[in-house]
């Protein structure tokens, strides 16, 4: 089913789709593809109502003909009017109902179990909405791209350090780089620039402004560590969350991870040269696959494995 492939697509590569802007278009072509299987339902709905209208239907019928029988019964004085209703209500409504419960049970439970998990993501209210149409709209943006003190934690492993205290500050129209052995959360630091993580700062703010905030991460766990005393142990942070400044994405920028890494030496060439002119007046980062596609980058950041 295309629809369905399509979608399937779109949430495997929804990092993709997002960093290229393409939800609404994305949006757009999956329902033009649900054109086509909608009008098939539709036609298709006649097949399934007619066997449904046919088994309401015979429930009536059964109905009538036990009336017709007990009547039957009852005036030939076999069955008083008492034991005829009541063989009527344990046959054909009990049956009827104790049928229609047993058969719609299985699905109850799915449809509950969908529904919660349903409502449970439309009544999510992001941090940040970027679907919003209001608020102030810029027209001329100064690239400016910068880490300060920036900590981060995978939410499904907040006890391993992804990124501890990384500084990192890239210029207006400068093209910088980052290089390091695979695995020291190069991408990572890409991904926090395209807000795929969501960023809480509020705690460190108000212990900055408490002036406690140098005391606090000169402790053996930082914002982990535990207090005592009348405290009982109490944990100062309970949840580790990216820590990132809120100007860090009011910028315009270009972000490449790894560009050219699936192409051959020639089309590399192409390519890099096409990047090459396109840092130039903005904001640039990049992930290089070979240290040569780099060589006009501005200023250069090694990362280590931490």
């Known amino acids: 089913m295309p629809s369905l492939w399509r979608i399937c697509e779109g949430a495997d590569n929804i990092r993709t789709v997002a ?33 449904f209208a046919f ?23 076999e069955y ?11 046959i054909i409504i009990g049956s009827t109902f104790t049928g229609r419960f047993f058969a719609y049970a299985p699905d109850i439970a799915k449809a509950t179990s969908a529904s919660d998990s349903i409502m449970s993501l ?18 001329i943006v100064k690239g400016h791209l910068k880490f300060s003190n920036v ?29 390091g052995p695979s695995g020291c959360s190069k991408s990572t630091i890409i ?22 905030h140098d005391f606090i991460i000169g402790l053996p766990n930082g914002y982990d560590s535990y207090v005592g005393g009348k405290g009982i142990q109490l944990s100062v942070v309970k949840n580790n969350e990216l820590l990132l400044q809120e100007h860090l994405f009011e910028i315009q920028k270009l972000l490449f991870d790894e560009a050219t890494s699936a192409l051959d030496s020639e089309s590399e060439k192409v390519v890099q040269k096409a990047l090459d002119a ?16 780099i060589q006009l980058a501005d200023i250069i950041f090694v990362i280590k494995r931490w």
């Open 19 to 51: 960093t290229l802007t393409c939800e609404n278009n994305f949006w757009e072509k999956y329902h033009n593809l649900l054109d086509e299987p909608i009008h098939k339902g539709f036609k298709n709905i006649l097949l399934v109502f007619i066997p």
């Open 55 to 77: 088994a309401n239907c015979a429930i009536f019928l059964v109905t009538a003909l036990a009336f017709w029988y007990g009547s039957k019964l009852f005036i030939d004085h």
């Open 80 to 90: 008083d009017l008492k034991k005829m209703f009541t063989v009527y209500t344990a």
């Open 122 to 139: 439309l009544e999510h209210v992001p941090k940040i909405d970027t679907w919003h149409q209001d608020g102030e709209k810029i027209k």
């Open 151 to 179: 900590n981060f934690y995978y939410p499904t492993r907040i006890n391993v350090p992804v990124l501890q205290d990384l500084n990192l500050e890239v210029k207006p129209d400068q093209y910088a780089a980052l290089v």
């Open 191 to 212: 991904n926090l620039i395209e807000r795929f993580y969501q960023y809480s700062n509020d705690l460190e703010k108000v212990c900055q402004e408490a002036n406690i």
């Open 278 to 293: 396109a840092v130039h007046g903005r904001t640039s980062l990049a992930i290089p696959y070979r240290l040569s596609t």
